[in-house]
């Protein structure tokens, strides 16, 4: 699988824009790039994927670059509720016989202010 | 509509003995995933079903075994628990199929303690 690169922590404050970031270099052409938190004592919730263009959905939004090496998890207005871990995860959409499978690395922990 | 639903909740075992956890899909969900979480580490994936026949496998010894019934629910089995095994266990779920990438649900989980 490919791997996935986040720092280990992020703060931010309550209603101002956060920007988490993701590298992937080693990125496949049928890689997806796929974002899910995990809030304390709840299993992942899924947030966003993406697979060239930038999406947007009424969680957040994902910008991927250009070459698709990094991508950035975008929350325009953090509230206390989204404290919790961001895991970037790659899943390759050709399937074979670990389709089913997402590779969790460590995450990105968001601290949120009041 | 009803999320994925797992069962117990918590759970204490001591060590030796075989535990059984359950899992509900979303309805419509063909696809169930396990995944097994340690305190602070990200969740690791055991095994998929869908379809009840297995469709991936990951790096867990023989003392893990699962099976998925006909109305998609689906069980984890571990047998000869050990001090290792305590974690938090993740049923996901999902619409399934071949060479897809569907978004996957997760439950609460069930924590699962051996003394």
């Known amino acids: 699988d490919a791997k996935t690169t986040q720092p280990n922590s992020m703060e931010s404050n309550e209603e101002e824009p956060v920007h988490l970031p993701c590298n992937h270099s080693?990125?496949?052409?049928?890689?997806?790039i796929h974002w899910y938190r995990q809030l304390p004592s709840q299993g992942p919730e899924y947030v966003i994927h993406?697979?060239?263009s930038n999406v947007n959905n009424r969680m957040a939004s994902l910008a991927i670059a250009e070459d698709r090496k990094s991508s950035t998890l975008i929350l325009h207005r953090a509230t206390l509720r989204d404290a919790a871990v961001y895991y970037c995860i790659l899943r390759d959409a050709a399937g074979g016989t670990s389709y089913g499978k997402l590779t969790f690395g460590q995450g990105t922990i968001l601290t949120v202010h009041p | 509509d009803a999320g994925v639903t797992q069962s117990p909740t918590h759970l204490i075992k001591t060590r030796g003995q075989h535990v059984t956890l359950r899992c509900s899909p979303i309805?419509?969900?063909?696809?169930v995933s396990w995944y097994q979480q340690v305190l602070g580490q990200g969740p690791q994936f055991i095994f998929q079903y869908y379809e009840k026949e297995e469709r991936g496998r990951g790096n867990f010894p023989d003392r893990f075994s699962a099976r998925q019934f006909p109305n998609y629910s689906s069980e984890l089995n571990v047998n000869a628990l050990l001090l290792g095994d305590s974690a938090l266990y993740l049923c996901?779920?999902?619409?399934?199929?071949?060479?897809?990438?569907?978004?996957?649900?997760f439950g609460d989980g069930t924590r699962l303690s051996i003394l």
């Open positions: 309805s419509g969900h063909k696809s």
């Open positions: 993406g697979l060239t």
């Open positions: 996901a779920s999902s619409l399934g199929g071949y060479r897809t990438y569907q978004p996957q649900h």
């Open positions: 080693t990125i496949s052409g049928t890689d997806y």
